[in-house]
């Protein structure tokens, strides 16, 4: 069932959202929304009917020498300096994280609209809904073989938000941003498109389903290295999407994005692999290239590792445009007792970028100094670039013929 929230008239009132560190579903916001700062929102708790689902804390991630011997060949940027959105290759930035002028409010710039609505598990084809189950079997450390967990049928409710820009004309098709986690950055898009650093872009922020990691509905969604959760936004988001925005969506590829963070993140880039007929430009931030896959599949054992294990280096060159960001101690987790680490956040955003430049892909990866997993103060400084260097090029030829 579908179920109208709120229409928030201007969008600029809603600054730049980021998940929370967590990456989990948002509670539902009142209606009609308040205006709100740049702070994110503080992570919701474990779902109550699951109490045993929090996971015991992630020892501290060692710091990552970005000039080391094993990381890519990268360009160190002077302190408070970021990379120019027209530039392929790899950057170092840091330490220093100031956030960009584009990150606040500006008044004096059209404001868009945001529509927002929900959706229920039980209306889903593709997801009816899980949740972490502890008391089943023992959650174990990441192996050849991927986490092992269990989960059990749950209910869930998804929040998803449209930006509709002022300048968009009604009844034109448009290109979009999808991005997961809810995250929004629509401020940032008013500034963006009304200098003309961007095309007049919508875009869709689409909560998970929640919880977070292996038998969580979120990893199972995010995690799973598939074309699935493509499919389900593309049958089961876009069409209400447009129905509740009023808004035409694109057909080109070229003119569809995605956007996301951790997991998120891995989720992004997967909607382009397995589907570059309808995606060709992606952001990730602190990705999870790494095997957290679950359930466990055959056909692809390593999860997210295998996209710079076998995916990319295997395969014919997609058109493909990727902007990716990794912090110096972003997540690290404990080798397996054999085999090689697949949990080390740093290594698998690193081997994204080697495989990227033996392929000949256009694609940009920051290497934060200073900075965790999903870094709030790094996305403030440089989301801005981001979404300029993602939506370089457009519209390409084709779309304008």
């Known amino acids: 069932m579908l179920r109208l929230l709120s229409v928030t008239v201007l969008a600029g009132l809603i600054a730049c959202m980021a998940p929370a560190l967590a990456q989990v579903q948002p509670a539902p916001p009142a209606a009609p929304m308040p205006p709100q700062s740049a702070a994110q929102p503080a992570a919701p708790q474990p779902a109550a009917s699951s109490p045993a ?3 015991p804390a992630r020892p501290p991630a060692p710091v990552r020498d970005p000039l080391g011997p094993e990381m890519v060949k990268s360009v160190e940027l002077p302190d408070g300096q970021i990379p120019p959105p027209n530039k392929d290759g790899n950057f170092i930035i840091g330490p220093t994280h100031k956030p960009a002028v584009e990150m606040a409010v500006d008044p004096s710039v059209p404001q868009g609209a945001v529509f927002e609505f929900t959706m229920e598990s039980k209306d889903s084809k593709f997801y009816p809904g899980i949740e972490r189950d502890t008391t089943a079997v023992p959650a174990g450390p990441p192996s050849a073989n991927g986490p092992v967990s269990a989960s059990h049928p749950a209910p869930y409710t998804r929040n998803v938000s449209v930006y509709v820009p002022k300048q968009y004309v009604p009844g034109t098709a448009a290109p979009f941003l999808v991005s997961t986690d809810g995250e929004k950055c629509f401020s940032t898009l008013d500034i963006l498109i009304a200098q003309k650093r961007i095309p007049v872009i919508i875009a869709i922020a689409i909560g998970s389903g929640g919880g977070d990691g292996p038998g969580s509905e979120r990893g199972l969604e995010y995690d799973t290295m ?42 992004s880039m997967a909607m382009a692999w397995f589907h570059p007929e309808w995606y060709h430009r992606v952001l990730t931030r602190s990705g999870t290239f790494v095997n957290q896959q679950w359930p466990h599949n055959d ?35 404990p080798p ?28 940009q990866l920051v290497f934060a100094r200073n900075a965790g997993h999903t870094d709030r103060a790094v996305r403030a400084q440089i989301l801005p670039e981001a979404l300029e260097y993602l939506w370089q090029g457009y519209p390409s030829a084709r779309a304008k013929k």
């Open 336 to 363: 397996p007792s054999e085999g090689p680490n697949m949990h080390d956040w740093v290594a698998a955003n690193e081997n994204m970028a080697k495989v990227l430049t033996a392929k000949g892909y256009h694609y």
């Open 299 to 333: 056909a692809l054992p390593h999860g997210g590792w295998e996209l710079h294990e076998h995916l990319i280096p295997q395969s014919p060159v997609r058109p493909l445009r990727i902007w990716m960001e990794v912090g110096d101690r972003d997540n690290y987790g």
């Open 226 to 267: 598939s074309g699935k959760y493509a499919e389900y936004v593309q049958t089961e988001v876009l069409p209400l999407a447009e129905k509740t925005a009023n808004v035409k969506l694109t057909d080109d590829p070229d003119g569809r994005a995605t956007m996301g963070s951790s997991s998120g993140g891995a989720a």
């Open 53 to 55: 689902a929090a996971r």
